[in-house]
């Protein structure tokens, strides 16, 4: 029971529902199945430390699983990202494109070439980031992996986006939009406002609110 519940907690957490995957994930911290999509519920949450924790152990855990690292490592590339440590972000990057590098499985070769992609960026390096992308895009099969293909192309859209290349950023974000229609998943609000922006996609669908709970000297 505990492995279906993690499963179902990991599509949870794509669809946006974060308190339903929460729950699912309640009393299974010690196993290891649930760190995965557990450092996925913090990354989706902007809990940047506790994804960065709860990845960590993740590896310390697996031991020579190594595709469960390839996972984990891009998780922790995308939490030390968002704790703005572009030199810790840039060695688990390292770390993970050494562990994928023999690895003949498309989707974690996919994951890791978008993980060192959003290194790139951060680093100022934005030309290479476009061509990481595009060769990631180009060894997956079309209609392959259809989520993954999304994200990319959403990163791709973004960082042409940035460079002043509007009219090919609005050709990946409208083909990202289009294979977007036919899941039943959600995108960040900034991939969304992305998409709404360059696309003309109103239809985007977005987390839903979540209220949190925060200090605020002695009270909360």
Same mark, same amino acid.
């Given at each position: 029971?505990?492995?279906?519940?993690?499963?179902?907690?990991?599509?949870? &957490?794509?669809? $946006?529902?974060?308190a339903e995957a929460e729950e699912l994930l309640l009393g299974k911290d010690q196993s290891m199945?649930?760190?995965?999509?557990?450092?996925?519920?913090?990354?989706?949450?902007?809990?940047? *430390?506790? @994804? =960065?924790?709860?990845?960590?152990?993740? !590896? =310390?855990?697996?031991?020579?699983?190594?595709? =469960?690292?390839? *996972?984990?490592?891009?998780?922790?590339?995308?939490?030390?990202?968002?704790? $703005?440590?572009?030199?810790?972000?840039?060695?688990?990057?390292?770390?993970?494109?050494?562990?994928?590098?023999?690895?003949?499985?498309?989707?974690? =070769?996919?994951?890791?070439? #978008?993980?060192?992609?959003?290194v790139q960026a951060a680093a100022g390096e934005g030309d290479a980031g476009v061509a990481t %992308? +595009?060769?990631?895009?180009?060894? %997956?099969? *079309?209609?392959?992996?259809?989520?993954?293909? #999304?994200?990319? %192309?959403? *990163?791709?859209?973004?960082?042409?986006?940035?460079? $002043?290349? &509007?009219?090919?950023?609005?050709?990946?974000?409208?083909?990202? @939009?289009?294979? !977007?229609? $036919?899941?039943? &998943?959600?995108?960040?609000?900034?991939?969304?406002?992305?998409? +709404?922006?360059?696309?003309? +996609?109103?239809?985007?669908?977005?987390?839903?609110?979540?209220?949190?709970?925060?200090?605020?000297?002695?009270?909360?």
């Open positions: 029971g505990w492995h279906a519940d993690i499963a179902l907690a990991d599509v949870r &957490v794509r669809q $946006g529902r974060l199945q649930a760190l995965l999509p557990a450092a996925r519920l913090h990354l989706a949450r902007g809990d940047f *430390e506790l @994804a =960065r924790a709860t990845a960590r152990r993740g !590896l =310390r855990a697996i031991g020579d699983d190594r595709l =469960r690292a390839v *996972e984990l490592f891009a998780l922790l590339v995308d939490a030390e990202l968002g704790r $703005g440590d572009v030199a810790a972000a840039t060695a688990a990057c390292a770390e993970l494109v050494a562990r994928a590098g023999d690895v003949d499985i498309p989707a974690l =070769r996919a994951r890791a070439g #978008a993980a060192r992609a959003r %992308l +595009e060769a990631v895009l180009d060894e %997956l099969r *079309e209609g392959q992996f259809p989520w993954m293909q #999304a994200t990319l %192309l959403i *990163e791709l859209a973004r960082r042409r986006d940035e460079a $002043g290349d &509007v009219a090919a950023a609005t050709v990946d974000a409208k083909a990202a @939009a289009a294979i !977007l229609a $036919g899941l039943d &998943v959600v995108v960040s609000p900034a991939d969304a406002a992305l998409l +709404e922006r360059l696309a003309q +996609e109103r239809s985007i669908p977005r987390p839903p609110a979540t209220p949190t709970l925060a200090r605020d000297g002695k009270g909360w």
